[in-house]
Every structure is written in C-alpha cells, then in structure tokens.
C-alpha cells in the first residue's frame, strides 16, 4: 500500500517538476477591412455614325418617327356657384339666439302644519228686526178730509 502511495507521489511531483504550460493561443486575426462598394464605369457606347448609310437603288430608309402629339390642354378649371352674400362682419360674432325662457313653476302648495286648516262657514243670516221697545205702534186710520160746516 505504501509502495503505490509513494509512486502516485513521484508521479506527481515529477509531473510538476517537467509542467510547462501551453503557449498561449495566437490573437485573432484583425477583421477583413469592410468591402469597397466601387460602381462600375459607365458603359460606352459607339459614336452616332456621322454620315447617313450608302444608300442603293432597292434600299430606302425608314421615315423619320412621327414627332409625340402635344399633352392636351389641362381641364379648365371647374366653376362654383358664387357664394351667397353674407352679412357684413364686424370683427365678433353675432349676439347668441337664445330659447325662450321656461314658463314660471307653478306656486307651491300652501305649507302644511300638520292641521286641517279651519272650516269656511257660510256668513251668518242676518238678525231678524228687532221689535220696537214699546210694542208696535198704533195703527190710524187714514185720515178724513176735514169738511167745514
């Protein structure tokens, strides 16, 4: 048991002695520089022939293109009704048109105190003539004519 103790210990210490560690990772290479967006050169064209084709007894050119018709005319612009006439303004606006007022609520009931209110009697018959103190007076007889002997 020591013997295999002892050898893991060798191992390992010799190990140790001899380690080196890796070298170290190389840097990355920089980034590829952006592309250059470079347009190609306009294409070149042929020179217009500065001379009319040869031509020969069986060849005719063609007629030259009619020329484009003129755009028409733009549409006349389109005609309104003139606008009514309106008041002159005078820099505020006209007064408010109002509703007319509410009638007036009716009046209140009388107030209640919790009573019936008193009874309304018809007025009282008048007294009956009283009769003269002294009993009635004496009835005459109409009077005579007075007749002279």
Same mark, same amino acid.
């Given at each position: 048991?020591?013997?295999?103790?002892?050898?893991f210990l060798l191992v390992v210490a010799y190990c140790a002695a001899n380690y080196q560690p890796p070298p170290p990772p190389p840097p990355p290479p920089p980034p590829p520089p952006p592309p250059k967006y470079e347009y190609a050169p306009p294409p070149t064209y042929a020179p217009p022939p500065t001379q009319p084709p040869p031509t020969s007894a069986y060849y005719k050119p063609p007629p030259p293109p009619p020329p484009p018709p003129p755009p028409p005319p733009p549409p006349p612009p389109p005609t309104y009704?003139? /606008?009514?006439?309106?008041q002159k303004s005078y820099g505020y606006a006209p007064p408010p048109t109002y509703a007319p /007022?509410? /009638?007036p609520p009716p009046p209140p009931p009388p107030k209640s105190y919790g009573y019936a209110p008193p009874p309304t009697y018809a007025p009282p018959p008048p007294p009956p003539p009283s009769p003269p103190p +002294?009993?009635?007076? /004496?009835? +005459?007889?109409p009077a005579q004519p007075f007749i002279q002997a």
């Open positions: 048991m020591k013997f295999s103790i002892l050898s009704a003139p /606008p009514p006439p309106t /007022p509410p /009638p +002294y009993g009635a007076p /004496p009835q +005459y007889a």
